[in-house]
């Protein structure tokens, strides 16, 4: 029969000065002697980390992963992704100038967090033109006609720093759901995300064709991201990434989380008293991977 291997605290020992000090200040336990009346040797008990448990192998301590939660992270594009030097402009302009004859209609307003049907709502009133669902598909129509001449000859393209270990990181996780959240047009976003391979690192999105208001366009990628995790929209955890205060009072009325990145036009400060949840320079900066990825 095998001998009875304790695995009690007090049949592990230290072989470090700390453990032997702890050990001694204990009150001794009582020694056995043997049938001569002399003390009996101590038994000698191994570890249950320590003891032979088959052959070239030991037994040891269970690694408890920690609980991962069903994570969708939504991307804004202009701004936060890429910029595209001014493409989205020059082309809105062409596609003004062609159905209104007036190139200036959106000169004076900015593009930043609104939504493509919005901007050419706005262009529309500005100049005084018919205001309705058809005259904006003429000129949206027109826009990416434009957007693909314009970004393949921009000079000032970029893509942002951070972009790509992050999106690396995340396609590895089956517990995230990766999307868009943008104001562009679906057509509009593939073209810009085509030049930097990005549009298909995003399996879904919520788009300005989904609707004007951006936080109804997050709420639509959202529920989608949720689908793709089997999950419901509730039991998950929303993350919105965006350089702009619209992103973050958008991803605020949906219930989301928001880390805001000052790669677009508004410096940390603006984005910290819009209400974020995370501020950074760029997706490189110290605490952002964490701030996304905290089961990492």
Do not use: Q, W
């Not at 689908?227 to 992103?247: A, H």
């Amino acid at each position: 029969m095998r001998p009875f291997i304790s695995t009690t605290p007090s049949a592990i020992t230290s072989s470090s000065p700390a453990g032997a000090s702890r050990a001694s200040s204990r009150s001794a336990p009582p020694t056995c002697t043997s049938s001569r009346g002399a003390p009996a040797a101590p038994e000698t008990r191994a570890s249950p980390i320590d003891r032979p448990h088959a052959a070239g192998s030991t037994i040891r301590p269970l690694c408890h992963t920690p609980p991962v939660h069903p994570t969708i992270l939504l991307f804004d594009i202009d701004g936060t992704l890429i910029d595209t030097g001014g493409a989205g402009r020059r082309s809105m302009d062409r596609a003004f100038a062609c159905v209104t004859g007036r190139a200036d209609a959106c000169a004076h307003f900015s593009f930043d967090g609104m939504t493509d049907r919005a901007i050419v709502r706005r262009g529309l009133d500005a100049v005084g033109a018919s205001v309705d669902d058809t005259a904006i598909d003429r000129v949206l129509a027109a826009y990416l006609e434009a957007l693909v001449a314009e970004v393949a000859a921009s000079t000032g393209y970029i893509t942002h720093p951070g972009i790509n270990r992050v999106l690396d990181h995340a396609a590895d996780r089956p517990h995230i759901a990766l999307g868009l959240g943008t104001g562009n047009v679906r057509d509009g976003a593939r073209i810009k995300l085509d030049r930097a391979s990005l549009f298909d690192r995003f399996s879904f999105g919520g788009f300005g064709c989904d609707h004007e208001d951006r936080a109804a366009l997050l709420d639509a990628g959202a529920r989608r991201g949720a689908e793709r995790l089997g999950k419901d929209r509730d039991d998950c955890r929303v993350v919105i990434i965006g350089d702009t205060p619209k992103d973050i009072a958008a991803a605020r009325a949906i219930g989301a989380e928001s880390l805001a990145v000052a790669t677009g036009r508004f410096v940390p400060e603006a984005l910290r008293e819009a209400g974020a949840t995370f501020v950074c320079d760029n997706l490189l900066s110290p605490g952002a991977f964490a701030m996304l990825f905290p089961d990492a």
